[in-house]
Nanobody
Framework: VQLQASGGGLVQPGDSLMLSCVVS????????IAWFRQAPGKERETVSC????????FSLYSLGNRVTIFADKSKNTVYLQMYRTKPEDTAYYYC??????????????????????WGKGTQVTVSS
């Protein structure tokens, strides 16, 4: 199983940004797929996650409604749409797939320890 994240880059505060994660070697059904981020000097944190089988989601509370996670099963791709970006969103963003537990992983907030497969990530920089 491999995951390839893309879509990062330099954006200005307030801009929207969409990250993509293409999964190969597995279909999305039955898994939980999550986005994590790690800023310099900080621990990695869960941003949002999704159970594509039933559409259940989890997102970091502090992000409010600034993120949306969704999947296109036909493309085996999961997206993270970010709105009204802030400088504090600057981080390296990773996507990860769990060990095929799916909904229980999402209900548990998609902790890192539940993830079995990781992509290499993409850098997001929010700066004017």
């Amino acid at each position: 199983v491999q995951l390839q994240a893309s879509g990062g880059g330099l954006v200005q505060p307030g801009d929207s940004l969409m990250l993509s994660c293409v999964v190969s070697g597995a279909t999305l059904d039955g898994y939980a797929i999550a986005w994590f981020r790690q800023a310099p000097g900080k621990e990695r944190e869960t941003v949002s996650c999704l159970s594509p089988t039933d559409g259940s989601t989890f997102s970091l509370y502090s992000l409010g409604n600034r993120v949306t996670i969704f999947a296109d099963k036909s493309k085996n791709t999961v997206y993270l749409q970010m709105y009204r970006t802030k400088p504090e969103d600057t981080a390296y963003y990773y996507c990860a797939l769990d060990n095929q537990r799916g909904l229980p992983t999402v209900n548990g907030g998609c902790p890192q320890r539940a993830m079995a497969y990781w992509g290499k990530g993409t850098q997001v920089t929010v700066s004017s």
